[in-house]
């Protein structure tokens, strides 16, 4: 059963306009939640994050949103560029000491 | 370069077969994490270290084990291979296991079951 749930499998964007990519979540346990990218023949690095007690966190182009009641988080990028495609990880965990519960991952293909 | 270092990046094996997978963490971070990506999937949680100690496992097979030694460094032992197994194995690092502020992870080893 998967906890974390990337429902769109692959997105193109045109450069310059917005991107948003979703993340839905069935645990209400989870209380911290984070996006990863990722380049291929790498691994995934730590793109932005957000916690239970807020409902948005804004870094540079990239915000994230957090919808509790609805168990949804969503990662805009705007603008967004061509260095953006990648695919993107969304990844969920439990207050304590419990690992990050990734989905499957959504792939951004950003057009010129 | 992450820090994090995963070794060897590629291996290709036969079925029934055992390998070793290296993982060095990045420095100053006690806690290490495998993760495995099959076609198609997430990154599938495996076992998590904690300064030598095993401290949480996932949906690990009994096939295969871990350690983390007093370096800090840690091996993924997979043996008995099946060719469902091929996949990318991910190691990351963590400065706290108590709360995530998000892992650092290695560029992954594949692995391939012929």
């Known amino acids: 059963d998967q906890q974390v749930k990337q429902n769109s499998p692959s997105l193109s964007v045109q450069e310059g306009r917005i991107s948003i990519l979703n993340c839905d979540y069935t645990?209400?346990?989870?209380?911290?939640f984070l996006w990863y990218k990722k380049y291929p023949a790498e691994g995934p690095t730590f793109l932005i994050s957000?916690?239970?007690?807020?409902d948005k966190n804004e870094d540079g182009r990239f915000t994230v949103f957090l919808n509790k009641s609805a168990k949804h988080l969503s990662l805009h990028i705007v603008p967004s560029q061509p260095g953006d495609s990648a695919v993107y990880f969304c990844?969920?965990?439990?207050?304590?000491?419990?690992?990050?519960?990734f989905g499957k991952g959504t792939r951004l293909s950003v057009i010129a | 370069d992450s820090g994090v270092t995963q070794t060897p990046k590629h291996l290709i094996t036969a079925t029934g077969q055992r390998v070793t997978l290296r993982c060095s963490p990045r420095?100053?971070?006690?806690?290490v994490y495998w993760y495995q990506q099959s076609l198609d999937q997430g990154l599938q949680f495996l076992i998590q270290?904690?300064?030598?100690?095993?401290?949480a496992k996932g949906n690990i097979l009994e096939r295969f084990s871990a350690q983390q030694f007093p370096d800090l460094h840690s091996e993924l032992n997979l043996s008995s291979l099946e060719l469902g197994d091929s996949a990318l194995y991910f190691c990351?690092?963590?400065?706290?296991?108590?709360?995530?502020?998000?892992?650092?992870f290695g560029s992954g080893t594949r692995l391939t079951v012929v």
């Open positions: 645990n209400s346990m989870f209380d911290y």
């Open positions: 420095s100053g971070d006690l806690s």
């Open positions: 270290y904690y300064n030598g100690e095993e401290r």
């Open positions: 990351a690092s963590s400065v706290d296991p108590g709360r995530n502020y998000g892992y650092t």
């Open positions: 990844a969920a965990s439990a207050e304590g000491n419990t690992p990050l519960v």
């Open positions: 957000i916690s239970s007690i807020k």
